[in-house]
């Protein structure tokens, strides 16, 4: 089933042309197109841009780079600024569109990889798609046309595009910061971000067992997670229930699929 993914919300609290963008134009599909290619070969992502109203709605299209840390924080910088971005290889067109009433049209971007021997791994970049306030600076409907003032509130919509060199590179995974944690009910938690410090982009099984001082398990759990791109962090929490006092044994394992498994054991205490 197609749905529809909104990366990023700004709201504005100015004297801003009064519109209702994130109800206007929307970006039908998945969220993460990843593919992967040889040096020198190309491919194209195709993005569905939605007008859901009964007037006609601009949109710009353009690109950043995008990473995100295990506290939620997310950056989208400058295109082609991180040293894994493939931003120069994406070339997207058009670069604007007047999208008419209750319909939708394509915005095709197209991704040349460079024949560059020293590629390795994953490399990703953003395309975002900002739909335009009527009567602001990026809009080419008539300067006549009539337009309303008052607050606004601004979405934009982002496809990530991450290409894989072939099956080059591996992911290398590490755990940090793992934390036991109780909440005001008295339930226990377990939370510990994990890493990715090698080359490639993997998804992820994260799975918890957890053993009492007795060897016995307490606990089993798995949840699977999104895509993880070099460098960057997430944050997993494994509710464990209402434990005793205690110290226990915590092994975790990160399953990427194939011979992609990193483990871990630790010990907690509550």
Known sequence: MKRIHALAVA??????????????????????FARDAGLGESY?????VRNTTDTPQEARIYQTDY???????????AAGSMSRSNA????????????PAATTVPVVCTIAVPKDSSLIGTYWSMVMVEPIVPGSVNSRKPANARVDFGLSVNTRYGTQIATNIGASGASKLAFDSLTATTAPSGDRGLRFDFINTGERAHRFVMSLELYN?????????????????PG????QDFDVGA????????????????????GGQFKVAY
Do not use: N
């Open 88 to 99: 120069k290889w994406v070339a997207c067109s058009p670069t604007y569109v007047m999208v």
């Open 44 to 48: 194209q992502a195709r993005l569905q």
């Open 232 to 235: 960057t962090a997430a944050r």
């Open 213 to 229: 001082e007795a060897g016995e398990l307490v606990k089993k759990a798995s949840q699977s997670r999104g895509l993880l791109y």
């Open 11 to 32: 709201a504005v609290a100015a004297m801003c042309p009064l519109a209702s963008s994130a109800a206007q134009i929307a970006v039908i599909g998945d969220a993460v």
């Open 67 to 77: 990473s995100f840390a295990a506290d939620g924080r997310t950056f989208y910088s």
């Open 243 to 262: 434990l005793p006092h205690g110290a226990y044994t915590a092994v975790l394992v990160a399953d990427a699929g194939g011979d992609q498994v990193f």
